[in-house]
């Protein structure tokens, strides 16, 4: 590009200026597209992610049934249709926009095309020039303009992965809030829990999940905990986990605050199974029940786990067993 620049800058330099202000308002019409389109999914990603779970739910083999049961599914198509219909009104204003000015932009580059070989013409019939001078200096402008849209290119592209690398650098940079303890627990020991006047209500809610909670767990106690729905058993657990951090009172692991613990030794000696528990479709049985191996804790043999689980006769029905990819 630059050596070809430079012999049109030479002979002819008004090819120059025309590829220039042809090519650059085209790189920053799409540059503009770039950030609008970014700034289009950051403001509207709950909304997508919404219409992705809808989605899920009525194409989820497990839940058809209940859903055409219920009724259920023409309310979630009515739902999508709906914030189907608000993004892409949106969406499509801004598409709008960017067409109407890729059709100027087509325009300008057709009057480039156009004007190069119509100048080189008239050098050659003004001023006595041979075809030879028409052929070499076309073929170089027209090299410089192509190669010059190429970089441009690759800028805009760059600007626009650099986009896409500024939202992953926010999310890499952002900071726990929960601050990790430095206390390590011994791995082979289970510990005492115990909660001293526990309240809780959610960051930013206004409502009490849990209120004045007190309760001692001992190592190998088999503790129950019943109530309504909502009534804060799962929030409790978490609060146990500290996936959140008490509002009021504190929670004591053998006798020291949750807060001081290092959370990676802790969670060594805890196992937990949610109401909705992962499975790993894209592993096998044997690899779902090792997942949760840790460094420096001795597993328990795999026969053990499926037989602690009773999960023995659902394996052993399986067609590949533990090899079983989970699907």
């Keep these: 590009m630059i050596a070809s620049g430079i012999v049109i800058l030479q002979a002819v330099p008004i090819l120059i200026v025309m590829s220039i202000v042809v090519a650059m308002p085209d790189s920053i019409v799409w540059a503009i597209y770039s950030k609008h389109f970014w700034d289009y999914y950051s403001k509207y990603t709950q909304k997508w992610r919404v219409i992705d779970q809808i989605t899920d739910t009525m194409i989820d083999e497990q839940d058809i049934f209940e859903n055409k049961i219920t009724a259920?599914?023409?309310?979630?198509?009515?739902?999508?249709?709906?914030?189907?219909?608000?993004?892409?009104?949106?969406?499509?204003?801004?598409?709008?926009?960017?067409?109407?000015?890729?059709?100027?932009?087509?325009?300008?580059?057709?009057?480039?095309?156009?004007?190069?070989?119509?100048?080189?013409?008239?050098?050659?019939?003004?001023?006595?020039?041979?075809?030879?001078?028409?052929?070499?200096?076309?073929?170089?402008?027209?090299?410089?303009?192509s190669q010059l849209t190429d970089f441009l290119n690759i800028a805009v592209d760059m600007y626009d992965n650099g986009l896409a690398l500024a939202d992953i650098k926010r999310i890499m940079e952002l900071q726990p809030a929960?601050?990790?303890?430095?206390?390590?627990?011994?791995?082979?020991?289970?510990?005492?829990?115990?909660?001293?006047?526990?309240?809780?209500?959610?960051?930013?809610?206004?409502?009490?999940?849990?209120?004045?909670?007190?309760m001692k767990i001992n190592p190998s106690e088999e503790i129950a905990i019943v109530g309504e729905n909502g009534a804060g058993?799962?929030?409790?657990?978490?609060?146990?986990?500290?996936?959140?951090?008490?509002?009021?009172?504190?929670?004591?692991?053998?006798?020291?605050?949750?807060?001081?613990?290092?959370l990676k030794s802790y969670y060594n000696i805890i196992g937990v199974l949610f109401q909705d528990y992962n499975v790993y479709k894209f592993l096998n049985v044997e690899e779902n029940i090792q997942i949760a191996s840790r460094k420096g804790v001795k597993p328990l043999p795999i026969s053990k786990a499926i037989k602690f689980a009773d999960a023995e006769k659902f394996i052993n029905e399986l067609q590949y067993g533990l090899k079983q990819v989970i699907s």
């Design 233 to 262: 058993k799962s929030t409790l657990i978490k609060l146990i986990l500290r996936f959140y951090d008490v509002t009021r009172g504190e929670i004591l692991i053998n006798g020291r605050s949750i807060k001081k613990l290092d």
């Design 72 to 145: 259920s599914d023409e309310k979630f198509f009515k739902q999508l249709k709906s914030k189907f219909e608000q993004l892409f009104s949106t969406y499509a204003k801004m598409r709008k926009k960017s067409t109407t000015q890729s059709q100027v932009l087509v325009i300008l580059d057709f009057v480039r095309e156009a004007f190069i070989p119509l100048f080189l013409i008239y050098k050659v019939l003004t001023e006595n020039l041979t075809l030879g001078y028409f052929s070499f200096y076309s073929n170089r402008a027209f090299s410089f303009s």
């Design 178 to 214: 929960i601050e990790n303890g430095f206390i390590k627990l011994n791995n082979h020991t289970a510990p005492v829990i115990e909660l001293k006047h526990v309240w809780f209500k959610y960051p930013k809610g206004k409502k009490w999940i849990l209120k004045d909670i007190n």
